[in-house]
């Protein structure tokens, strides 16, 4: 799935984004050019094969099984670097969002923060990564130092994962300088409203992660375990098919593979959940959301787009994240049928590029 030849560059300004998810691994390899981010290579490899389940199901593979399938990704994708950025799943991390009491002087407030987020971690903080946002202030009138409190967006990850990742990295021979979760490299790559709420809809194999963004700060998160692996088996049960013929029909037919409705019954579960917490939202905040962003892999499967445009009444688009990368121009309609499944590698490949 390599395209190297049609490019020119030097290979160590290349940089990678491995994105290890529940059903398959995904890398995307760019360099930067005149300021622009240039696509140099892709791919992506099902985990399933490699621990005895089938294309696109769920796994629970070992950090050496993992990196074995993520060695074989490497090869068949041509890949030429080791630089790269890694996704922490959602699923294993922690992200709040707190009021704290408001301290003007900078190091005061993380000293406060740091006491107070041992309210909110159901683990000993010495367990965890522990990072921080300050919300900013949307309303002048509501200050944080006329309130007395601040809104703090807490990030955690457990030191166990962490070592989970990095066993992996190494075990493939590559060198992360750092892990993301995977919602901020997913808002990077397909989220370009600055100013009003967007809810991004991440349909995953295992899972399903709603977020709600405003001004680039995630507002709302929540996650529903229903994903696209449920639309395949029910494909498989209504026709009596084997799971990776499912799997194939799905990708290529979308919501008329599966008899009696079957993947739009799955789908419409996934977004009335999501249409609860975009009214939740709304509700709370007196505002509208502007717009709905699908991605994930369930977000490949054709039709989607049209059918959620019908459920909802705010613009529904799929997310197209190589459109923030120069590519050939032949290898645009594939890059964009593809591109929801690549979200977060190509977020995670994005914010290395800016570390250069």
Request: hydrophobic share 35%; with cysteine; charged share 35%.
């Given at each position: 799935m390599s395209f190297l030849d049609f490019l020119f560059g030097k290979k160590e300004k290349s940089v990678l984004g491995v994105d290890i998810g529940s059903s398959s691994l995904k890398v995307v390899q760019l360099r930067k050019e005149k300021g622009q981010a240039v696509l140099e290579t892709y791919g992506e490899l099902a985990l399933g094969p490699y621990g005895g389940a089938e294309v696109g199901q769920a796994t629970n593979l070992s950090p050496e099984q993992i990196a074995e399938t993520l060695r074989?990704?490497?090869?068949?994708?041509?890949?030429?670097?080791?630089?790269?950025?890694?996704?922490?799943?959602f699923a294993r991390s922690l992200l709040t969002l707190v009021e704290l009491p408001y301290?003007?002087?900078?190091?005061?407030?993380?000293?406060?923060?740091?006491?107070?987020?041992?309210?909110?971690i159901p683990v000993p903080v010495s367990e965890v990564q522990l990072d921080w946002f300050v919300v900013p202030e949307r309303d002048p009138s509501q200050s944080a130092e006329k309130r007395g409190k601040v809104g703090v967006l807490l990030v955690a990850v457990h030191n166990d994962e962490l070592k989970f990742l990095q066993g992996i990295v190494a075990g493939a021979g590559l060198a992360s300088s750092f892990y993301e979760i995977e919602i901020f490299?997913?808002?990077r790559a397909v989220v370009e409203e600055p100013v009003k709420p967007?809810?991004?809809?991440?349909?995953?194999a295992a899972s399903t992660k709603m977020y709600v963004v405003e001004h680039g700060v995630v507002m709302v998160s929540h996650a529903m375990s229903a994903g696209s692996q449920d639309i395949t088996r029910a494909i498989a049960a209504s026709q009596n098919l084997p799971?990776?013929?499912?799997?194939?029909?799905?990708?290529?037919?979308?919501?008329?593979?599966?008899?009696?409705?079957?993947?739009?019954?799955?789908?419409?579960?996934?977004?009335?959940?999501a249409r609860r917490v975009l009214t939740q939202y709304e509700t709370a905040h007196r505002k509208p959301v502007a717009a709905i962003v699908l991605?994930?892999?369930?977000?490949?499967?054709?039709?989607?787009?049209?059918?959620?445009?019908?459920?909802?009444?705010?613009?529904v688009r799929v997310a197209d994240p190589f459109a923030k990368t120069e590519a050939p121009a032949f290898m645009r309609p594939v890059l964009q049928e593809i591109g929801p499944e690549f979200a977060v590698a190509v977020g995670l490949a994005l914010r290395k590029l800016e570390e250069r």
């Open positions: 074989d990704l490497l090869r068949e994708a041509k890949v030429t670097t080791k630089d790269c950025g890694v996704s922490i799943p301290r003007k002087d900078p190091s005061e407030q993380r000293t406060v923060v740091e006491l107070e987020a041992r309210k909110f490299s997913t808002l967007v809810m991004v809809l991440d349909v995953g799971i990776a013929r499912a799997e194939e029909l799905k990708k290529k037919e979308g919501l008329e593979a599966g008899a009696n409705d079957s993947p739009e019954l799955v789908f419409s579960r996934i977004f009335s959940e991605t994930g892999g369930g977000g490949v499967t054709k039709e989607l787009g049209t059918y959620a445009k019908n459920l909802f009444s705010i613009d």
